[in-house]
């Protein structure tokens, strides 16, 4: 048994059938999308709207608090499509679409754990370039260092 739409509308809570009255569902009409003037026929009733002739900005119709109401009331009768856009996301379209803050994702660390990596490489180049750092400064390590190799060659 399916429902019309004038039993489906009748079956809404209060609140959303006002609301619906007074700003009809989205097929029947477009609304902004961000702040518009207060002379816009497309005025959204969740953003500030200003005025052209003095320049004021008027605060939105319905508080943010009201429109997240609205919006979770039509979310359990699945009509949240039809409310005009709103200016805060909920549920999982915040959550696909966040934008994590820097520290959220990648923690800042003490200077010396950001430092590390790069200390750990350093070293193992050095430690690669030993044997010519120690002949550079003394002369007489070359022989040294070529009677280690000749022992390691006889060893194996």
Known sequence: MSLTAKEAFAKLPQKLHNFFIKYPPRPFAQYSEKPSTIVDPNLNPFYPNKNPETGRWHGAKYSLRRSS???????????????????????????????WMRGVLTQKKRKWERDFPEKLEAREQAIAKMDETIAAARPRYKKQLEKK????KTWF
């Open 69 to 99: 109401d609205l919006y979770k009331m039509a979310r359990k009768f699945g009509i949240q499509d039809l409310l005009p856009p709103l200016p805060k996301k909920f549920y999982e379209e915040k959550y696909f679409n966040k934008n």
């Open 149 to 152: 190799q000749q022992r390691e």
